[in-house]
């Protein structure tokens, strides 16, 4: 394989393997001291890359350029520039009002200086030999890879429970993983692992790279937020997530979107891009207080149960608070923080409650031919048996602990055709989180 291709190929695929969460963007700088916030979307073996960015902080010469600033109030801003302002301090105040000076720039290259250029709606941050101007909005850039300097991405927030990792296979034998951080192009690679330990690596060093899932109950490709398209010159496209780049037999699998994993031969490669991945799953952990307990991330809380003749109840109207759309029921996830030393005595399962409101209208009816019985408020009762706690419970199809100390269980729901109530039952602790389905 020819040695130029065989290294463009290497960048794109450590790149497309590296994919990172909304709140980790790509920094892609550039050696005129530009940097653009995206990422690789394409690029044909042996020519240009092509980047999508949706900011980026521009450097140009200040050749004679020819600049026209305005003030720009806050109601005809985007928020992606309100955003920029507040974390620059870069408002200014005209008559009671926050204004953003932006400006508009024509200026000529030197491979062109007939011809002038304008770029619209900029805010300029530097100025001297050159103008560095910042802008906010999708772009798109095609570069050669010589004006590449290096591709860095944020280290993932302790509270990102999906995503990607990386695991290297040296040529020492040693295998490290970690999260993708840093590619300089053809120099080194770099990860981070979980105790906060860098790792850089030259490219000759690597040997073979595997993408990894983090979350154990998702698959690669619902953590992948790209995915990879790939171009062959024998056989039709290929589409889904690239899992194994092997330097040393000259290879990369891909998981495909459409189920099964096919070997690819690099040589064999004519074009790769990279496109959003709309099943992509974004999962953060939450923070919650000891008792707190959330149901599709919405707050539930927890109720006394009375026990009579065998049914455990509660009243309906005073505690129902917490309201599940139908559209969200078939995939319940219930987070919530436990105390450490108790963990092993809680036993969280699902249970439909059963109406005993008639029961109810009966005592109401008894009560009434009883002049000296105590009255009964008219009020829905609901709640379960403790047959219904051991054998009618839908029990958790997954159970974890995430760093924060949150209790994350996921729960198959058989969606009714009609409003509903359920409850998620605490054993432990014989409480209920009663909650509508509707």
Not at 324 to 334: K, S, T, Y
Not at 342 to 354: G, N, T
Request: hydrophobic letters at 35%; charged letters at 30%; glycine letters at 6%.
């Amino acid at each position: 394989m020819n040695s130029e291709i065989k290294r463009l190929l290497t960048t794109g695929l450590i790149l497309l393997g590296s994919l990172v969460t909304v709140a980790q963007m790509q920094h892609i700088y550039l050696k005129d001291g530009s940097v653009l916030n995206g990422h690789m979307s394409s690029q044909r073996i042996g020519q240009n890359i092509e980047i999508t960015t949706s900011s980026a902080t521009i450097c140009i010469p200040d050749n004679g350029a020819r600049v026209n600033e305005r003030l720009e109030p806050i109601d005809k801003l985007s928020q992606q520039w309100i955003d920029w302002a507040d974390e620059n301090d870069a408002w200014q105040i005209r008559e009671g009002k926050k204004h953003l000076t932006m400006a508009d720039i024509s200026f000529t290259t030197k491979d062109d200086e007939r011809n002038w250029r304008t770029i619209e709606s900029v805010r300029i941050i530097e100025r001297g030999n050159m103008i560095k101007y910042h802008e906010c909005r999708t772009n798109h850039y095609v570069l050669k890879p010589a004006e590449i300097d290096r591709f860095v991405v944020d280290r993932r927030s302790s509270q990102q429970l999906t995503g990607t990792n990386v695991r290297y296979t040296l040529r020492d034998g040693r295998s490290v993983t970690g999260q993708y951080i840093e590619l300089i192009l053809g120099k080194t690679r770099s990860i981070i692992d979980d105790n906060g330990i860098v790792y850089k690596f030259p490219v000759r060093d690597i040997l073979k790279q595997e993408i990894l899932p983090l979350h154990p109950d998702y698959t690669l490709l619902q953590q992948s937020e790209f995915l990879d398209e790939i171009e062959l010159k024998s056989q039709s496209p290929l589409k889904g997530v690239i899992s194994l780049y092997d330097d040393e037999k000259g290879y990369v699998t891909i998981e495909s979107v459409h189920g099964g994993i096919q070997t690819v031969r690099m040589d064999d490669i004519v074009c790769y891009r990279k496109t959003l991945n709309k099943d992509w799953v974004d999962i953060e952990d939450i923070l919650l207080e000891d008792g707190e307990l959330l149901i599709n991330r919405y707050t539930c809380d927890a109720q006394k149960l009375i026990e009579r003749d065998n049914k455990i109840h509660f009243d309906v109207d005073s505690v129902l608070t917490c309201s599940v759309p139908i559209a969200e029921a078939e995939n319940l996830l219930v987070e919530t923080k436990i105390e450490a030393n108790s963990l092993s005595s809680r036993d969280f399962v699902l249970l439909r409650l059963r109406d005993y409101t008639p029961d109810l209208k009966k005592e109401i009816s008894a009560a009434a031919k009883n002049k000296k019985a105590k009255p009964i408020t008219a009020i829905r009762r609901y709640g379960f048996t403790y047959e219904d706690a051991f054998r009618g419970a839908t029990r958790p199809v997954s159970r974890m602990t995430t760093p924060s100390g949150t209790t994350r269980l996921s729960f198959k729901l058989v969606v009714p055709v009609r409003k509903a109530i359920y409850a998620i039952y605490d054993s432990g602790t014989n409480q209920i989180y009663p909650f509508i389905v509707d």
